[in-house]
């Protein structure tokens, strides 16, 4: 089972795509024409008052999975193929170490749909920002806004996460705890600077730096971006008011994979949005009860239920 697992595994691991740096929109390429914003893309805005960066994963809808199913089991279907193959050379391998007296190498794992894998559907689209392609950049007050060209789709924010030129990684995953929100086509999602400021100082950490007993690692309190980078905000440019856009709905998303093998964090608790109960992830929005709308009865009167209801 152990074998089983780690072949897994390791299929999984080759086949984890790199991150990628989703295509980024220039202010002077829009007004000069060489860029446009397209009816089937989606565009994600972000702002303030310091450079940024920070990935987002699409998480998948109806079509991500069927597509994922379908390749799935087409390579499946594949190394399937190649197993009888393989296990003829492993028999042939294993006839000669033993006559030799060496070790005899490891029997190869015949692929199932219990033990094989793609890699992680999560991974299908994820979306890199800053800090570099600056849409626009302000010298009074200094500010640094992104725009990014993204498949429509419903994104987590995976972190203030820096990819390199050469594809490294680094910087802290939300993976136990996160906000996503929707980008629709043709619309630009304005998120402000909540990616900066949105969140709050979280509670579960010390205000000062703390030892964890049995470790090196030490736990402390992030300082509250409210506090260091100003009040939340959102608004466009006056280039791009002109077109399709709405204000992001944030709402609490649940813990991810630390896919890349990088520092694990969290969002910090965001009022009205997010929230924990130790390490559980709690959705503030969806908390707040819905307003009920009595039916009026025969005479204009609350139905029955209504008024039943105090």
Not at 176 to 186: H, I
């Amino acid at each position: 089972m152990i074998r089983m697992l780690m072949g897994a595994l390791a299929m999984a691991a080759a086949a984890v795509p790199a991150a990628v740096r989703a295509e980024a929109i220039e202010e002077k390429n829009l007004l000069s024409g060489k860029a446009k914003i397209e009816p089937d893309s989606g565009y994600i805005y972000v702002s303030g008052p310091v450079r940024q960066m920070g990935m987002l994963l699409r998480l998948p809808d109806a079509a991500t999975i069927g597509e994922y199913e379908r390749e799935w089991a087409i390579e499946l279907a594949k190394v399937q193929k190649k197993y009888p193959g393989k296990l003829k050379g492993w028999e042939a391998s294993k006839e000669y170490a033993e006559t030799q007296g060496r070790r005899i190498p490891e029997r190869p794992i015949e692929p199932t749909p219990e033990n094989f894998a793609i890699g992680p559907i999560e991974l299908r689209n994820p979306v890199s920002f800053g800090p570099q392609f600056v849409f626009a950049k302000g010298k009074n007050p200094e500010a640094y806004s992104y725009l990014t060209k993204v498949k429509p789709g419903r994104y987590a924010y995976y972190g203030p996460i820096f990819l390199g030129p050469n594809g490294a990684l680094a910087g802290m995953c939300y993976c136990m705890g996160t906000v996503a929100f929707e980008v629709k086509a043709g619309t630009i999602t304005d998120t402000g600077n909540f990616l900066l400021v949105g969140s709050g100082t979280d509670p579960d950490f010390p205000a000062r730096p703390e030892k964890v007993e049995g470790s090196e690692a030490g736990l402390y309190r992030p300082v509250a971006g409210s506090e260091q980078w100003g009040a939340l905000a959102y608004g466009l440019p006056e280039t791009l008011k002109t077109y399709p856009n709405e204000q992001a709905d944030f709402r609490a998303h649940g813990k991810l994979d630390n896919f890349y093998g990088i520092t694990v964090g969290r969002m910090p608790p965001v009022a009205g949005v997010l929230a924990y109960d130790r390490d559980k992830i709690v959705d503030l929005k969806a908390a707040v009860p819905t307003p009920v709308v009595a039916e009026e009865g025969p005479a204009g009167q609350p139905g029955a239920e209504a008024a039943g209801s105090e």
